[in-house]
């Protein structure tokens, strides 16, 4: 079973930027859809973005567009979620996911077209 690790979480300002990253380990991302998603407290798990499994395509939530940018490096076998101009409202833990089915691109935004689950980097952004 695949296990993914995020990283790259911290304290920002308003205004700032971070970049999260996320690779798995025993097994690898090659022709999965990789997804980011987040939960603040109180709050139901929330689509972010997602990326197709050579880059080529790339799906944002409507409250991330503009701001966050979805990449991937495959030769490193990871995914990056470069965020700017953050905002409080994007204060919450962000999880990385790799899809259930191979090589289809999975921008439905459903945590359910995912199988693969890493255990969450803390973004806080303070005003």
């Known amino acids: 079973q695949v296990q993914l690790t995020e990283s790259g979480g911290g304290l920002v300002q308003a205004g700032g930027s971070l970049r999260l990253s996320c690779a798995p380990s025993g097994g690898a991302f090659t022709g999965y859809t990789v997804g980011w998603f987040r939960q603040a407290p109180g709050t139901e798990r929330e689509f972010v973005a997602a990326?197709?499994?050579?880059?080529?395509?790339?799906a944002y939530a409507d409250s991330v567009k503009g701001r966050f940018t979805i990449s991937r490096d495959n030769a490193k076998n990871t995914v990056y979620l470069q965020m700017f101009s953050l905002e409080p409202e994007d204060t919450a833990v962000y999880y990385c996911?790799?899809?259930?089915?191979?090589?289809?691109?999975?921008?439905?935004?459903?945590?359910?077209?995912?199988?693969?689950w890493g255990q969450g980097t803390q973004v806080t952004v303070s005003s």
């Open positions: 996911a790799r899809a259930v089915r191979r090589w289809l691109f999975s921008d439905n935004g459903l945590m359910a077209s995912y199988n693969s």
């Open positions: 990326i197709n499994w050579n880059g080529g395509s790339t």
